[in-house]
């Protein structure tokens, strides 16, 4: 099955993430249910292949990883590793990106902008790895700081988690 045929037309369910409020909200039947505070990238919007940048447009959810893992569960490789988050660990490897608890891996759906490439290369959400996931408590929420990614307080990602399915629309917006 292709990344599109996962898309789900069907569902009730859409996310919303505003970069210029640094939100995630989650809508059921065009009314909004939620709202969480984000950090999305540090070097701004953009959807080139190692741009370091948050990409915009029409996206899904693609796979979800961490089901039945605990709270800071550590992914390597959307792998758990076996390590829960914590200060010293943290302490221990401060040049890791730490990416805990639960992953929202996204694809883009609009060819050349978010899907596939275009006259500057490579700009497919899903073969840049573009997660919404946890973080670590300490990161601060609400400013730009990723490296792409759509990051998460822990618990946050793990309400959200249960609430979406595969092949939910997610809409990225500048304002």
């Known amino acids: 099955m ?8 069907n569902s009730n369910a859409h996310l919303v993430i505003n970069i ?5 909200a989650l809508y059921e039947y065009d009314k909004e249910v939620t709202q969480y505070t984000v950090s999305t990238a540090k070097n701004g919007i953009g959807s080139q292949q190692d741009s370091g940048c948050t990409p915009l447009g029409k996206h899904f ?5 961490g089901a039945n893992e605990p709270m800071n569960a550590v992914f390597s ?10 200060a010293e660990l943290g302490n221990c490897y401060p040049e890791r990106d730490w990416i805990l ?3 929202l891996w996204l694809s883009g759906m609009e060819e050349g902008f978010n899907k596939g490439s275009n006259s500057q290369g490579g ?7 573009i997660y919404i996931h946890g973080t670590p408590d300490s990161e601060p929420m609400g400013e730009p700081l990723s490296h ?4 998460m307080r822990n618990e ?4 959200l988690f249960e609430q979406v399915k595969e092949g939910t629309v997610v809409t990225i917006i500048a304002n």
């Open 156 to 159: 946050d990602i793990l309400e």
């Open 2 to 9: 292709t990344n599109n045929e996962k898309f789900n037309k």
């Open 148 to 151: 792409g990614c759509i990051r």
């Open 77 to 86: 490789g959307r792998v758990p590793t076996g390590e829960i988050y914590s």
């Open 123 to 129: 700009c497919d959400t899903y073969q840049r790895y």
């Open 101 to 103: 608890s639960r992953i």
């Open 20 to 24: 210029a409020q640094q939100t995630l």
């Open 61 to 65: 959810i693609a796979k979800k990883f």
